[in-house]
């Protein structure tokens, strides 16, 4: 069984960065495929960024997000730059137990709680 714990959203203006981190336990993250979803109100999960052994990143997100892993911290890390009004949503940490990142959000069986990204213009 894995636990993860999102940490690090808040209210930021337009431009402005964040950075999110999630906590794992009950397994090592090297073993598995992490990703970052988000979901804001009204539309369905949508895939962020994701790491194996390589970085997958949604178009919208490429060039401003960067998703990277301290294995021995055990944790996940999605820096945000250059955040938009549209990146608003709440995020999650997502794992599987697979060797690639699916940016299908039913290919995961363990999920954070989320934490919510405002961004005001």
Do not use: H
Request: glycine share 10%; hydrophobic share 40%; proline share 2%.
């Amino acid at each position: 069984q894995v636990q993860l714990v999102e940490s690090g959203g808040g209210l930021v203006q337009v431009g402005a960065s964040l950075r999110l981190s999630c906590a794992a336990s009950g397994r090592t993250i090297s073993s598995l495929s992490m990703a970052w979803f988000r979901q804001a109100p009204g539309k369905e999960r949508e895939f962020v960024a994701g790491i194996r052994y390589n970085t997958n990143y949604a178009a919208s997100v490429k060039g401003r997000f960067t998703i990277s892993r301290d294995n021995a911290k055990n944790t996940v890390t999605l820096q945000m730059d250059s955040l938009k009004p549209e990146d608003t949503a709440v995020y999650y940490c997502a794992a599987r137990a697979a060797v690639v990142v699916s940016t299908v959000f039913q290919d995961y069986g363990y999920w954070g709680q989320g934490t919510q990204v405002t961004v005001s213009s």
